[in-house]
């Protein structure tokens, strides 16, 4: 039987940031250098199969810091964590390496910064998502105020309109958050911020490249997670860049081949957090179904590499 034609557009850059290569690396290293078990402090990054893989390798997964051993080496994820939880790791003696993206640190930062000079702080982020639970956690309880839309911007209640400052969440969608940026301007003109927001090199790049290959499309796919924030966005953007389908999924037994009956073009791209053997899975399942002409949809080369922490550089 022929194999109906289908072009399949592949957007570029998709899947592993630098941020999510760094963290894996920093697990694989912990767990040569000492040994297993080593524990991480929520999902490294938000990829079930990463989070497998290290497992079998010998990491344990725990959600707070209570539930490790004073005695095994901890890791942070790559979202960030609050100040409290390397406090409470010194405290007790412990081994940690933070794996927090440099970007995410940078926010912190900029955050700790801004409050020195005594601007209070408003987020724009997702409540409960650990980058935001992060990040506000660099202040003392209360102290940053969370925006998520617009809506709230209307109502947010500050202690003075005239010393304010903001940071966001990394993989925020560049043009919701630019739509926030404005509202929080227009009614505190004196607002101090990044030159545009905090959202990263690689969030912007898989975004830019959705809005390029969404319009040639009748159907788009995200590999990525339920729980990935940048993943979830790039099925958003898709579908307002005018692609009519555009659907998450974690690898390629989720794909409804029922949904994209007919399609003749497919676009294919990755969450920061995906990895690259989900994404050729997913590739190798439309070979075998379509005769399929694959073409690169590329908006941005990225050459973007962080250095794992000196601690697991240096010899044993
Ligand atoms: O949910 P997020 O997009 O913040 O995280 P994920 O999917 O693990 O992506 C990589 C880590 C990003 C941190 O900024
Ligand atoms: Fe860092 Fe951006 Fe990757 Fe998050 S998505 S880990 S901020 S590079």
């Known amino acids: 039987m022929t194999k109906p034609a289908l072009t399949l557009y592949l957007a570029a850059p998709r899947g592993f940031c630098a941020g999510v290569d760094r963290a894996i690396k920093i697990v694989e290293m912990a767990l040569e250098k000492w040994g297993a078990p080593v524990f991480v402090r929520h999902e490294i990054v938000h990829n079930k199969f990463v989070v497998d893989d290290l497992r079998d390798k010998g990491a344990v997964f725990v959600e707070e810091l209570t539930e490790c051993p004073d005695d095994r080496p901890v890791i942070f994820s790559a979202h960030g964590v609050p100040k409290s939880v390397p406090q409470a790791a010194q405290a007790r003696e412990m081994i940690y390496v933070d794996a927090t993206c440099p970007l995410v640190s940078k926010v912190h930062i900029e955050a700790q910064r801004h409050a020195d000079n005594g601007l209070q702080m408003i987020m724009i982020g997702h409540a409960g998502h650990p980058e935001t639970v992060g990040t506000m956690g660099q202040l003392p309880d209360g102290e940053v105020l969370l925006v998520e839309t617009v809506e709230d911007v209307a109502t947010v209640q500050v202690r003075d309109p005239g010393k304010l400052a903001f940071v966001t969440q ?14 929080l301007q227009l009614r505190f003109p004196g607002i101090v911020g990044p030159h545009k927001e905090d959202i990263c090199y690689a969030t912007t790049n898989r975004q830019e ?12 796919l995200v590999v990525g997670a339920p729980n990935s924030s940048n993943s979830k966005r790039l099925v958003e953007v898709g579908a307002r860049a005018g692609c009519a389908y555009a659907q998450l999924v974690q690898r390629a037994s989720d794909i409804d081949w029922r949904a994209l009956d007919g399609i003749r073009s497919m676009g294919i791209t990755a969450g920061a957090s995906a990895p ?11 070979s075998d179904r379509y005769d399929v002409k694959v073409e690169m949809v590329e908006t941005a080369v990225e050459n973007v590499e962080f250095k794992v922490p000196r601690v697991l550089r240096e010899p044993a």
């Open 276 to 286: 690259e053997v989900l994404i050729n899975e997913v590739i190798k399942a439309f």
């Open 170 to 183: 990394t993989t925020l969608s560049v043009d919701d958050t630019a739509d926030i940026v404005t509202a």
């Open 209 to 220: 490249a959705v809005k390029a290959m969404a319009p040639k499309c009748d159907a788009m």
